[in-house]
Each structure stands twice: as C-alpha cells, then as structure tokens.
C-alpha cells in the first residue's frame, strides 16, 4: 500500500488532488484509516489515476470522466485519443505563434512609422529586360514565400549549367489579379547565352519612371520597407502603374541579414 503522499508522488500529482478526486468518486483510496481518516492507495490504482489525467487533459469534465473511466477503456483506445488531442494541441500552437508572428510584424511597421526617414527613395526609369520565368499564383500574402523560393530553387542551378553568373541580381515580379497574387521569379538573359529551357521567355516591359529603394536584410522585413515605398509614393501625389519588382543585388546563402534588394514600383 502507498500512503496518500507516495501515491501523489508517483502518480505526478498533489495531495490536495488527490483528495479531490476522492470527494467527487473518481478515484477512492483503497484504505481509509477508520481513526485517523487517513488515506491508502494501492500501486494498481496509479493505472486509473493516468487514464483519469488523461481524460481531464482531453477536456472532458470530471462528471464525464467518472462514466468513461468505469467502462474500463482500454490502453489503445486511450492512446488513439491523446495522439488525436495532442495532434489538435499542436495544430493551435502553430496556429498561436503564426498569429503571434503576424502581430509582431505589425507592431514592428508601427515602431517604424517614424524611423523610415533613413531611406532613400530615388526616382529613375527602369530598362525592357529579356527574362526566363516561372509564376505562381498566392491565395495571400502568407503564401507568397512558399511559392517563390522553390521557383528560384529551380532556375538557378539551371543557369548556372547553362553559365550564367551564379551571382547576377535576379528579379521577382508582383500582380494583383482577382484571385490573388501572381508571383514570377524571374533569370535575366546574360550576353548570348540561351535562354532557359521550360521556362517562359519573355520581356519585362521597362517604365519611365518608377521609384526605388534598397531593402537591406532577410525577406522578414522586406515588407516594412514596401509600405514605407508606397507611403512615399502616395506622399508625393504618384499612383502605381505597373507591377512592382524586387531586385535581388545580393543574397548570400549563409547570410540573410547582408541581403542587398532594390525595390521598383512603376508610378504614373
């Protein structure tokens, strides 16, 4: 027999508990001292104390808990049921540290608001640039990494066999549609050198004016720089007209934080 004390200990829970479950029936001691009062457990009683904890941490109540435990469930049938509720425990958390990441990128713009006077916004027209590309539609803007990484994943090793300069600045296209976003990751053609095979060759159309600023940093951030352009383009009485691109001038793999990108957005 285990005392109350020991029978807590093993079974990772508090007296006060335990004392609990004895009150609402859930679990009674299989010896009360008729003096003292004082409460036995027997060690197979830990069996049921488990299912009792685990049915709690399920979210069943305790007047719920009291008719499943006396069904005597089995040990598979409890299991397939934590894996189901620790796969739900789980999909909410990644649900939780999304929008917590969410809200961290917005008050980070906010933080911000008054501290984009260190960039430099320049004017200037853009060239026709002949490109290889792959596109992508985006439901949203969540979805925007996961589409254009493996597009370059794809056109950059092929240019490079084919000789193009691993280092060369690629470009991304963006554009509204009524369905989302249509996304392009973009090779410019080098010199004479072929254009990519299964790819789209076509030619970004050029802009006589568009305004720039370089984004210095990983992805994560690029955004705070693009409202910070918009906001000056709407500042300064232009309206986009065109898609907007990002120029990626350098991104070293092993360095996200030194990565170098111009950001274009055509104005009228």
Not at 24 to 34: E, K
Not at 89 to 103: F, G, K, P, T, Y
């Amino acid at each position: 027999m285990l005392s109350i004390g020991e029978f807590a200990l093993h079974g990772q829970v508090s007296v006060r508990m335990l004392r609990h479950y004895d009150a609402t029936g859930l679990l009674i001691p299989a010896r009360v001292d008729p003096s003292s009062g004082y409460r036995w457990y027997a060690a197979e009683q830990l069996s049921r104390l488990n299912r009792l904890i685990a049915l709690k941490d399920l979210g069943f109540t305790l007047e719920q808990i009291g008719p499943v435990l006396d069904s005597a469930i089995c040990a598979e049938q409890l299991r397939a049921m934590l894996l189901l509720r620790r796969a739900q425990v789980e999909e909410s958390m990644a649900a939780d540290q999304a929008r917590l990441q969410a809200i961290g990128r917005r008050l980070r713009m906010i933080e911000k608001e008054n501290l984009m006077s260190d960039l430099t916004f320049t004017e200037k027209a853009l060239p026709t640039v002949t490109v290889s590309r792959l596109r992508a539609v985006a439901a949203d803007q969540s979805e925007i990494a996961g589409l254009i990484g493996p597009m370059f994943g794809q056109l950059i090793p092929a240019s490079a066999a084919l000789g193009y300069d691993p280092d060369a600045p690629t470009i991304a296209t963006y554009h509204e549609t009524g369905d989302g976003m249509e996304l392009s990751a973009c090779i410019p053609q080098t010199g004479d050198l072929p254009l990519l095979p299964g790819t789209e060759h076509v030619e970004l159309p050029g802009a006589e004016r568009a305004i720039t600023v370089v984004h210095h940093g990983d992805m994560e951030t690029i955004g705070d720089t693009w409202q910070a352009l918009m906001q000056y383009v709407g500042a300064q009485g232009h309206s986009p007209a065109g898609d907007c691109r990002e120029v990626y001038l350098a991104t070293p793999m092993d360095d996200q934080d030194n990565w170098i990108t111009e950001l274009q957005q055509p104005i009228a």
